[in-house]
């Protein structure tokens, strides 16, 4: 089956770490998303790819690294700089930008500091 | 800016009554609209969609006119079910930008 998928789902990050997201879709889409997630606060995008070897921040890039290397792949590195992490992070991508109407969404990673 | 602003829950509704969740917008151009559901444990899912002003979208029994003279977007069923219980978005989205999302509306659907 196509679709996205996000691991892990539940992470726990120590003070002063860095942890990666994983996040793999074989839709062949070019577009890749990630999304923040906050109660009462919906979604607001970190970072977005249109396409291999680039990305662009979104509102709340800082704290926040990306990379592109691969199309199915769009990992999403959260560091020592982003002060409050805990967070629910969704990745989500669409066939490309001007066709990104209909965003596919994986099931999301728990991120909590310990 | 582009953004959405949508009724505040939860919501809490018996089987197979009406619903209602409200969203608004506020874009410069032309927006499309959406409306993703997220069921529990799971990434959002798109619902339905309306690209011009007085388009209806629907899609398993929901429902949303895109109403430009009041900039609204709501969100309709005419019977819930408890498999309907889950979290909604108001979404909107102006020429080829990024999608921006409401805060989400938790249903809760009791038998």
């Known amino acids: 089956d196509g679709g996205i998928t996000q691991s892990p789902k539940y992470l726990f990050r120590k003070e002063g770490q860095n942890v990666t997201l994983s996040c793999e879709q074989n839709?062949?889409?070019?577009?890749m998303y990630w999304y923040r997630q906050d109660p009462g606060q919906g979604l607001r995008l970190i970072y977005y790819?249109?396409?291999?070897?680039?990305?662009q921040k979104g509102d709340i890039a800082e704290g926040y690294s990306v990379s592109r290397e691969k199309k199915e792949s769009f990992p999403l590195t959260v560091t020592s700089a982003q002060k409050n992490p805990t967070a629910f992070y969704l990745c989500?991508?669409?066939?490309?930008?001007?066709?990104?109407?209909?965003?596919?969404f994986g099931s999301g990673t728990q991120l909590s500091v310990l | 800016g582009n953004s959405v602003t949508q009724m505040e829950g939860p919501v809490t509704l018996s089987e197979e009554a009406f619903l209602t969740i409200n969203c608004t917008y506020t874009?410069?151009?032309?927006?499309?609209l959406f409306w993703y559901v997220q069921y529990p444990g799971e990434g959002l899912q798109l619902l339905l969609k309306?690209?011009?002003?007085?388009d209806k979208g629907s899609n398993k029994g929901f429902e949303a006119t895109y109403r430009k003279e009041t900039t609204s977007f709501h969100l309709e069923k005419g019977s819930v079910q408890v498999s309907d219980s889950a979290v909604y978005f108001c979404?909107?989205?102006?020429?080829?930008?990024?999608?921006?999302f409401g805060a989400g509306t938790r249903l809760t659907v009791k038998p």
């Open positions: 989500a991508s669409s066939i490309d930008m001007i066709r990104g109407e209909k965003l596919f």
């Open positions: 309306a690209t011009k002003a007085d």
């Open positions: 790819s249109q396409i291999v070897n680039d990305f």
């Open positions: 979404a909107l989205r102006v020429n080829n930008n990024d999608m921006r």
């Open positions: 839709l062949n889409h070019d577009a």
């Open positions: 874009a410069t151009g032309y927006p499309s």
